[in-house]
């Protein structure tokens, strides 16, 4: 078989992830200078480099992998994963890790070295999620990973571009149709022209010409560029290790959100016909972290949610790999200042939305209509961290916190907060629990759901979910729930009741069905029955 290197959707592809993942690190460089007040010279010769260097080498992994998966199911139609930096985690490693250290010690080089710290750590745990990551992927339904990407898709990737659209709709929605025309739709422009391009140049054109924009910032930023070499500071790391202690209540649990997420990320690859071996993958998001917190980047990188959307979008084996480049010389040269003051925001966060629509969609398209309900709830935790989050920034910027109001006051006000953030502290693996519980007593197998009630109990019992750090015993009437839920699954399995009959005229369902009771080698497909 002849394999293209390179074809007309990778470059639509391309365009697409290549301004998210340039959102991304230009909001990253932001924090690190805004918010935890590092020298910019730090940020932008030793950072991003390190960043950059990350991307690029995390980026040609998976387009071998993609390559290789091509090759041997002789398809042309393979996508790579798409690979960048991790957005939860570089607001969490800035917010939660280094601006504390920052403010306790007012030294912006001891907050950077725990966020290096933080993030080995958080690589570390990775890896040895790579040897139970696959094991775990066999035993949750699809619908309730699914479900849980489907949440953090509306939640966290839809919901912030859609403001920041609504503040300059005339910017952004006729960016927007043109994404939703030509990746949606298939509508192709005249010869071809890339749709993210296009849409790119029309934002701009617009912003610029109706003064959206500030010339006097583009000069100003053209003094900002400095080229950065990459090199090893393991140094700074060591440093930031010797204080690993209170690390590790937050490193523990979101290195456990890193796998799971990389596992809901892998399961969509799957539904969209990709199926890639997901040990590898953790090996690579693992590595990736680790390499990068040794030569300065305190931000982990991870598989993207959004494969089924570069798919769509025409994006192959090459896409994700020209992206990494392309950040990687606007890294190493130093050129994200200039391109801050270049382009308008409202013209590059529609293609997040997009994402978002995509990811959600799927949820209920590559599952069988009976686990609907699964997905829905699957969600929810995640909708609910978002929720409690607005609550917390809010109250924040108004001078007071949560806990100066107090969760009666907010209640009696009709904010739920408490309930919010108890549902959503750890949403990832709550939604992975609720939903594989649903989907296990919707078809029947109540011994399952009895067992991963089982499991929801312990997660909560040492706080891994429902809690805002590791703690054990700190919610035993929460666990004491999920015991009591598995005790009823365990009294309905008395009745002998058979699982649920497949609905024949639903393919997704025939294949689930297929599926269950019996393992599978992390590279094999299941074939769906005639």
Request: charged share 10%; aromatic share 8%; net charge negative.
């Amino acid at each position: 078989m002849t394999l293209p290197f390179w074809t007309r959707g990778d470059l639509n592809a391309f365009f697409g992830l290549g301004i998210n993942m340039l959102v991304n690190v230009l909001v990253l460089a932001g924090l690190c200078i805004g918010v935890v007040n590092m020298a910019p010279d730090d940020v932008y010769r030793v950072v991003l480099p390190a960043l950059g260097i990350e991307l690029l080498v995390g980026n040609l992994f998976y387009f071998y992998l993609a390559r290789r998966l091509a090759m041997k199911e002789q398809r042309t139609d393979v996508t790579a994963l798409p690979y960048g930096p991790s957005v939860p985690h570089m607001f969490i490693v800035t917010l939660v890790i280094m601006l504390p250290t920052y403010l306790a010690t007012q030294n912006a080089i001891a907050a950077w070295t725990a966020g290096l710290a933080w993030a080995f750590i958080i690589g570390v745990i990775i890896l040895i999620g790579a040897f139970v990551g696959p094991a775990i992927r066999h035993l949750t339904p699809r619908a309730a990973m699914l479900g849980t990407l489907a949440g953090i898709s509306l939640a966290f990737i839809s919901m912030r571009p859609g403001a920041q659209m609504w503040g300059a709709l005339w910017i952004a929605l006729p960016v927007f149709m043109i994404i939703i025309a030509g990746f949606i739709a298939g509508v192709r422009l005249p010869k071809n022209f890339p749709i993210g391009l296009a849409a790119l140049l029309v934002g701009s054109a617009i912003g610029w010409i109706g003064g959206y924009m500030e010339p006097a910032a583009v000069t100003d930023s053209v003094k900002a560029i400095a080229l950065g070499v990459p090199s090893l500071n393991v140094d700074l790391l060591l440093d930031g290790l010797e204080g690993i202690s209170p690390l590790l209540a937050t490193a523990i649990p979101l290195g456990i959100y890193n796998f799971t997420e990389a596992m809901s990320n892998v399961e969509s690859a799957a539904a969209a016909g990709d199926n890639y071996n997901l040990r590898h993958v953790l090996l690579a998001d693992g590595t990736g972290a680790v390499v990068g917190a040794a030569l300065g980047s305190p931000f982990p990188p991870a598989v993207y949610i959004g494969h089924p959307g570069w798919k769509a979008a025409g994006g192959r084996i090459s896409y994700s790999l020209a992206s990494g480049v392309l950040i990687f010389l606007l890294c190493a040269f130093g050129l994200f200042p200039l391109l801050a003051a270049l382009l308008p925001i409202p013209a590059i966060v529609p293609i997040l939305l997009f994402i978002g629509l995509v990811i959600g969609s799927q949820a209920f398209v590559a599952v069988p209509k009976a686990h609907y309900a699964a997905v829905v709830l699957a969600a929810i935790p995640s909708l609910a961290q978002w929720g409690s989050g607005m609550v917390h920034d809010a109250l924040l910027a108004a001078g007071t916190s949560v806990q100066e109001v107090g969760d009666e006051a907010l209640a009696a006000g009709g904010v739920l907060y408490g309930g919010l953030a108890t549902i959503g502290a750890g949403s990832v693996l709550v939604g992975m629990v609720l939903g594989t519980i649903a989907v296990f007593v919707i078809d029947r197998r109540f011994i399952h759901a009895a067992a991963a009630c089982g499991v929801g109990a312990v997660l909560t019992l040492i706080g891994l979910i429902h809690s805002e750090e590791v703690d054990v015993f700190s919610n035993p009437r929460l666990a004491l729930g999920y015991a009591l839920a598995g005790v009823v699954c365990l009294a309905y399995s008395l009745l002998k009741l058979p699982p649920r009959e497949p609905d024949l005229s639903d393919p997704m369902d025939l294949e689930v069905t297929a599926e269950q009771n019996r393992f599978v080698r992390e590279d094999e497909k299941v074939a769906v029955p005639a």
